[in-house]
């Protein structure tokens, strides 16, 4: 097992990726973390051990303005720009040729489904998706479900039972992995952990390691 930090020029800013790899990859994972929060979320690091223990590499990407401390992310716009720029030099490098399997938690998550295409994605991991923000006065609820609906991948919603941002339906390429908790998924971490460990196999055969 190797660990490394990169910082990743991107248009918007240094990025970071903290990279953990195995010695013999059969795929990458890239996660992106919450507006609010950074790449030491409880749930990011579940799903990346899980997705180590099933021999894939795993990036944890921290968007440029999280990098120069900054507590409010930018506009959608900004945020997948940089993403992508990341991804990029991610896999000309240190993910060549392995297999890209997308995803992030909340923001993290919608950026991930968004440039799925751009980034040559095979799959999609989604952690506490963020469906509908809680209705704010005088306005009407806002479902960001057609972000869900675009990916045309195989996909993994992990989604707390009580998140009071909702609970995003399944598809015929969607799969939804509801455990208890909220939108924190901090209430059962090896249920998020056992959700995305029984997913992967079906996306990428992992060899066995030592």
């Known amino acids: 097992m190797s660990t490394l930090a990169l910082d990743i020029e ?3 800013g240094a990025a970071r990726a903290h990279l953990d790899a195995p010695e013999r990859p059969a795929a990458a994972l890239v996660l992106g973390h919450g507006a609010g929060g950074g790449v030491e979320a409880p749930d990011l690091l579940a ?7 099933e021999g894939v590499t795993v990036a944890l990407i921290e968007q440029p303005y999280r990098v120069a401390g900054r507590r409010s992310a930018p506009s959608a716009k900004i ?12 896999r000309a490098n240190e993910l060549a040729d392995l297999p890209l399997i997308a995803g992030g ?6 950026v991930a489904c968004r440039t799925a295409a751009d980034v040559g994605a095979v799959a999609v991991l989604c952690l506490a998706f963020p469906l509908e923000p809680p209705s704010r ?12 609906d675009a990916v045309n991948l195989p996909t993994l919603v992990v989604q707390g039972d009580r998140d009071r941002f909702g609970m995003p339906p399944p598809s015929a390429s969607r799969e939804v992995a509801t455990v ?6 901090k209430a059962d971490l090896d249920a998020v952990a ?5 997913w992967l196999p079906g996306i990428v055969k992992a060899p066995a390691h030592s």
């Open 10 to 12: 991107t248009p918007r």
């Open 180 to 185: 208890p908790g909220d939108h924190g998924l």
């Open 47 to 53: 799903a990346r051990d899980a997705a180590l223990s």
């Open 194 to 198: 056992d959700a995305v460990r029984g």
């Open 105 to 110: 938690r909340s923001m993290g998550a919608r």
């Open 137 to 148: 006065a005088g306005k009407p609820p806002q479902s960001r479900l057609d972000e869900l």
């Open 79 to 90: 945020l997948d720009e940089a993403w992508v720029a990341v991804i990029e030099q991610l």
